[in-house]
């Protein structure tokens, strides 16, 4: 492919095409930025074919291409993908590798000490809802205030924390790709 062998680059995009694109509409969660993704990772691809000879890793620098591509998507639009509920539902640590193991605890330590940056009303609503599953109307009875001020309160630490894992996204993100190319 480096020295521009088409047949060698289409052989490549049927191998690969449809990984990349499952793992973009994964976290883009759009069919069209998804293809666009796909495409984009391919063209990179072939614009940098030179350069192909001296890769040690195809999947790895396609890895690394789509990983940007889609990062660069997410930094446009915002993530549009529930991380917390695809770590908490998909992974458990006993089944990772050691380097995804560290990173799934350097998520939970990122939100972690998003919890922890909370003021205190928004805290305590937050890990009432969360850790203890009471409803609304529980919450309002056992803090004191109304059923509207704690959905404000539990919106507003929900929002605060997705805005710091998003500020803290790259380890995250590096994480669920690597995870969902070893699955691929």
Request: charged share 25%.
């Amino acid at each position: 492919m480096a020295e521009g062998d088409d047949a060698a680059f289409n052989l490549v995009v049927q191998e690969y095409a449809g990984k990349i694109y499952a793992v973009a509409l994964g976290y883009i969660k759009i069919v069209e930025s998804a293809e666009d993704i796909t495409q984009e990772v391919f063209y990179k691809m072939w614009k940098g074919r030179e350069k192909m000879d001296r890769i040690d890793s195809l999947k790895d620098y396609l890895f690394i291409i789509t990983r940007n591509e889609v990062l660069s998507a997410l930094r446009k639009k915002g993530p549009a993908y529930p991380v917390g509920e695809y770590l908490e539902n998909a992974l458990e640590e006993k089944d990772m590798l050691p380097e995804q193991a560290f990173s799934y605890r350097q998520f939970q330590h990122i939100t972690l000490t998003a919890i922890s940056l909370l003021p205190p009303q928004q805290k305590q609503a937050y890990l009432l809802s969360r850790e203890e599953g009471l409803s609304h109307d529980e919450i309002a009875l056992k803090m004191d205030l109304s059923k509207n001020t704690v959905k404000n309160h539990i919106v507003a630490a929900l929002n605060f924390i997705r805005q710091h894992i998003r500020t803290h996204s790259d380890i995250i993100f590096l994480l669920l790709m690597v995870l969902s190319f070893r699955a691929a």
